[in-house]
């Protein structure tokens, strides 16, 4: 079962701040949130994760909220290349697995 | 340069034949996976595996097996007992260790079509 809820789907103007959002409102203490894309027929790719810190790098920042139950993922300048589907994840440390929804499909518009 | 090989990219096979999907990982990676993908949905976790020789079944396990004879090899073959075999198949590893976490690396896939 999916932990997530993320939007369909967002449109996003190339050189602007795509800002993603993900709800989790049954995490759990010791479970982490994960952020991956997938570019059409292709593997998906790592982007970022975090326990309840704000982190960031090279590719974007991810703001987890105080509760934990919801959080952004942040591309600062999102570009052509940034169009995909967005994944938020929730994990444990110890789970064996990623459990992905639907995402978020993201397409940058010139 | 490290990561995660799929062969092959694309792969026909007629209904009541098996085949095998290789993946290959030279990143040192303890735990392995395999994932499938159908149109316009998420990835559903098939197989995995922690170490050499031993593996679990994940969410769909019916009409699949995999060997983990190598750390770095994790094979999957489709039998003629999955009904709907046609999709997309991705590999995926980590280190999977305890002390930190980390992020997965996958594979760029294997296109399945049953012909």
């Known amino acids: 079962d999916a932990k997530t809820t993320q939007p369909p789907s967002m449109d996003c103007a190339e050189g602007r701040a795509a800002n993603l959002p993900c709800n989790h409102s049954?995490?759990?203490?010791?479970?982490?949130v994960y952020w991956y894309r997938q570019i059409h027929s292709q593997g998906p790719q790592y982007i970022i994760h975090?326990?309840?810190n704000n982190e960031t790098n090279e590719m974007a920042s991810l703001i987890i909220t105080e509760d934990r139950k919801s959080s952004t993922l942040i591309l600062p300048h999102a570009t052509l290349r940034d169009t995909a589907v967005y994944y938020c994840?929730?994990?444990?440390?110890?789970?064996?697995?990623?459990?992905f929804g639907a995402g978020t499909t993201v397409t940058v518009r010139a | 340069d490290g990561g995660i090989t799929q062969s092959p990219k694309y792969l026909f096979r007629k209904e009541g034949q098996n085949v095998t999907l290789s993946c290959e990982q030279n990143?040192?990676?303890?735990?392995m996976y395999w994932y499938r993908q159908d149109p316009g949905q998420g990835l559903r976790l098939i197989y995995y595996?922690?170490?050499?020789?031993?593996?679990q079944k994940g969410d769909i396990a019916e009409g699949y097996s995999v060997s983990r004879e190598k750390k770095e090899s994790f094979p999957l073959t489709v039998t003629s007992a999955q009904k709907n075999p046609t999709a997309f198949y991705l590999c995926?590893?980590?280190?999977?260790?305890?002390?930190?976490?980390?992020?997965?690396?996958f594979g760029s896939g294997t296109r399945l079509t049953v012909v």
């Open positions: 994840i929730v994990r444990g440390a110890r789970d064996y697995k990623l459990s």
């Open positions: 990143l040192n990676h303890d735990a």
């Open positions: 049954t995490i759990s203490g010791n479970e982490y």
């Open positions: 995926a590893s980590n280190p999977d260790r305890r002390d930190r976490d980390y992020g997965y690396t």
């Open positions: 975090g326990l309840k």
């Open positions: 595996s922690q170490i050499v020789n031993d593996f």
